[in-house]
T-cell receptor, first 115, second 112 residues
Framework: GAVVSQHPSRVICKSGTSVKIECRSLDFQATTMFWYRQFPKKSLMLMATSNEGSKATYEQGVEKDKFLINHASLTLSTLTVTSAHPEDSSFYIC???????????FGSGTRLTVV | QQQVKQSPQSLIVQKGGISIINCAYENTAFDYFPWYQQFPGKGPALLIAIRPDVSEKKEGRFTISFNKSAKQFSLHIMDSQPGDSATYFCAASGNAGNMLTFGGGTRLMVKP
């Protein structure tokens, strides 16, 4: 139980285009979703926290207009990288806290390459 | 944002040996301490987690030791296997459902 499905797993896009990453909670309701970014050989850095039905909370230094987060339902949160540039190339991972206690479920990650 | 410090950054262990990874935290409000295993190109997978009310938790070959007064916790992997070669992250959070703060990661290599 408590599965988060993340798509796509890999995406290559051209500079200037936008890319949408989806995270779906398959068997539970995710009222909150955390979005992380991970550079090669580095740790996960929290980008933003999305809450269903309200605006996302962004960490300091994360551009809200570049990384658009939508959490329109209890089972779907999306991250859109707008006007992507090569420096946006990274591994993006979503995570949802499990209901009723501690524990988190992670998506399988999305490798974004901007060329 | 570095509230959880992890060491070593990399570790090489012989097959059958014990792998030990350490983490220290600063925020006394943290009350959940998980360890994650990550393979290249994959999301982190939970290995084992501990709450501050116990000093040790064991699950199979994996053991967490927790020292609340020192604000430190560690992961011990007994009888390390080549398949354990991965990157390991400690993390911490306060209050159920709050964000996780990750340590810097340890790249473990277990030599056959």
């Amino acid at each position: 139980g408590a599965v988060v499905s993340q798509h796509p797993s890999r995406v290559i896009c051209k500079s200037g285009t936008s890319v949408k990453i989806e995270c779906r909670s398959l068997d539970f309701q995710a009222t909150t979703m955390f979005w992380y970014r991970q550079f090669p050989k580095k740790s996960l850095m929290l980008m933003a926290t999305s809450n269903e039905g309200s605006k996302a909370t962004y960490e300091q230094g994360v551009e809200k207009d570049k990384f658009l987060i939508n959490h329109a339902s209890l089972t779907l949160s999306t991250l859109t990288v707008t006007s992507a540039h090569p420096e946006d190339s990274s591994f993006y991972i979503c995570s949802a806290p499990r209901q009723g206690g501690y524990g988190y479920t992670f998506g399988s990650g999305t490798r974004l390459t901007v060329v | 944002q570095q509230q959880v410090k992890q060491s070593p950054q990399s570790l090489i262990v012989q097959k059958g040996g014990i792998s030990i990874i350490n983490c220290a935290y600063e925020n006394t409000a943290f009350d959940y301490f998980p360890w994650y295993q990550q393979f290249p190109g994959k999301g982190p997978a939970l290995l084992i987690a501990i709450r501050p009310d116990v000093s040790e938790k064991k699950e199979g070959r994996f053991t967490i030791s927790f020292n609340k007064s020192a604000k430190q916790f560690s992961l011990h992997i007994m009888d390390s296997q080549p398949g354990d070669s991965a990157t390991y992250f400690c993390a911490a959070s306060g209050n159920a459902g709050n964000m996780l703060t990750f340590g810097g990661g340890t790249r473990l290599m277990v030599k056959p």
